[in-house]
T-cell receptor, first 115, second 114 residues
Framework: GAGVSQSPSNKVTEKGKDVELRCDPISGHTALYWYRQSLGQGLEFLIYFQGNSAPDKSGLPSDRFSAERTGGSVSTLTIQRTQQEDSAVYLC?????????????FGPGTRLTVL | AQKVTQAQTEISVVEKEDVTLDCVYETRDTTYYLFWYKQPPSGELVFLIRRNSFDEQNEISGRYSWNFQKSTSSFNFTITASQVVDSAVYFCALRDSGYSTLTFGKGTMLLVSP
């Protein structure tokens, strides 16, 4: 079956512009996660969804970042007024359910470059 | 609070050598779950193994083996007879039973040269 997909794979934008990153989870997975990975760094948790609800938004770095999920499926991560420090790979993952021993399956990521 | 420490930032070995990647975790929970992921140069994280806190049995899968020791809060990963294709960043992760998110270590980059 299809894995987690993300689009675009690469995005180059100018400082101050808004960007939208999309994630399509594995069909049937109710939980969806967003992470950020800066060059040579570990994974920084941003937000997760259980269904369409986001119980934990604690990782969003500023109010310029927001995310939504509709229909319990596709999620969009929006970054407004992008800054150069937003440059990173944004990873999406999904799991059958949030918590417990459910492993997360990751997408290929979106590489964001802010000039 | 959850914390995962992967003290080895980078390891370089020559093909066919055995290598162990260390993972030490901290948790106050008695029920928790540990994971290992591989991130090859292509960038996509690949799930390798999951272990819950009640199962201390070590596991072997081909050239890969995992040693879980609650007494030292460690969940180490050994690759036997390493190959160039094993070159990747390896992440250890922890989830307490009360959490829905994973806490990742900073990763260990493994370089296997021919």
């Amino acid at each position: 079956g299809a894995g987690v997909s993300q689009s675009p794979s690469n995005k180059v934008t100018e400082k101050g512009k808004d960007v939208e990153l999309r994630c399509d989870p594995i069909s049937g997975h109710t939980a969806l996660y967003w992470y950020r990975q800066s060059l040579g760094q570990g994974l920084e948790f941003l937000i997760y969804f259980q269904g369409n609800s986001a119980p934990d938004k604690s990782g969003l770095p500023s109010d310029r970042f927001s995310a939504e999920r509709t229909g319990g499926s596709v999620s969009t991560l929006t970054i407004q007024r992008t800054q150069q420090e937003d440059s990173a790979v944004y990873l999406c993952a999904s799991s059958f359910y949030a918590g417990g021993d459910n492993e997360q399956f990751f997408g290929p990521g979106t590489r964001l470059t802010v000039l | 609070a959850q914390k995962v420490t992967q003290a080895q930032t980078e390891i370089s070995v020559v093909e066919k050598e055995d290598v162990t990647l260390d993972c030490v975790y901290e948790t106050r929970d008695t029920t928790y779950y540990l994971f290992w992921y591989k991130q090859p140069p292509s960038g996509e994280l690949v799930f390798l193994i999951r272990r819950n806190s009640f199962d201390e049995q070590n596991e072997i899968s081909g050239r890969y083996s995992w040693n879980f020791q609650k007494s030292t809060s460690s969940f180490n990963f050994t690759i036997t007879a390493s190959q160039v294709v094993d070159s990747a960043v390896y992440f250890c992760a922890l989830r307490d039973s009360g959490y829905s998110t994973l806490t990742f270590g900073k990763g260990t980059m493994l370089l296997v040269s021919p």
